[in-house]
């Protein structure tokens, strides 16, 4: 018996009647997390975790039915035991992990094993099958601790700001902004992106403090910004904006810096490799707690992954999906606007 299919729609459990993360609209869906490859507009009903719903609301709408779980809880739907648990990905991110008949099956959805200090920690769930992502599913892909990273984007930004430049991060506006707010403050002043700026309401709204930070709009002088560190998005990282203020260096917050070539790809002053996804230890440690039969691979280096599963023992599928591609923006602005 298997709980899940892989359809045109996203992933399907026919006993429940429900999809997880689909791609398109459809009647109920259960959502990972807010990120824009997981979670599509139209559909008729939503269920994610409390901390999520916010985010939603603010990306997606303020008119959408949603249903909230906290971690740990469950509802029954179809005769379908459905339950959220810690995926460590972005605040509110959570595996899926469902049950019926005594097969139990968990979709992880995007996770990571490291504690950032501001997610609910990754929780390891015992299951007969398991949904991977692969997003840094090779060798080469082995972060260093958060520490050590967050001690170096630190010197680099302190050594800007004495050397009279402006200092910018570029880094998602869900999940990795607020690392960043959180491993940064109480330095400098912190000046955020407008779309940065609304998630971070969105998650205060939820409950979660976070630290102060200030919105850039058009009238923030340069020579103030000057003396911080500003945090925008990807779509940012070549703006006419940047290229406008004092004496301008950027360092780009991702997994993809951890190899070279992708710092060159960027033209990046400075590369860090900060990433809210598992590396290929924590991957493989993550499969193994799970003591799952059978893993299906989605997102990645799928191929690779899938692979070395099989060769250490593990039945394991690839699997098609549309997630992997965090398209942050709401839209994407590439200017300051109020």
Known sequence: ???????????????????????????????????SDHVKSGNANYLCHTLTKPILH???????????????????KNGVKISLHPAGHIIGSAQIRLEYKGEICVVSGDYKTENDGISAPFEPVRCHSFVSESTFGLPVYKWQPQDMVAAEIIRWAEDNIQKGKSTVLVAYSLGKAQRLINILAGRYPIYVHSSIANLNEAIEQSGVPLPATIRITPET???????????VPPAMRTSRWIKTLINP?????????????????????????????????????????????TVYVTHGFTAAFSRYLNEAGIYSEEVKTQYG????????ATEISA
């Open 58 to 76: 603010r990306r997606i709408g303020e008119d959408l039915k949603i249903e909230t779980l906290d971690y740990g809880k469950s509802i029954t």
């Open 325 to 332: 591609t965090e398209e942050d923006e709401e839209p994407a």
């Open 249 to 293: 260096v950027t360092g780009v917050c991702s997994g993809w810096m951890q190899v070279r070539s992708h710092r060159r790809w960027q033209s990046a002053d400075a590369g860090f490799a900060l990433s809210d996804h598992a590396d290929w230890p924590g991957l493989i440690e993550a499969i193994g707690e799970t003591g799952a039969e």
């Open 221 to 231: 002088g340069k020579d103030i910004l000057q003396k911080g560190i500003m945090i």
């Open 1 to 35: 018996m298997s709980l899940i299919s892989f359809t045109n729609r996203g992933i399907y459990c026919s006993q429940g009647d429900f999809y997880i993360d689909p791609w398109r609209p459809v009647d109920y869906a259960v959502t990972t997390h807010g990120h």
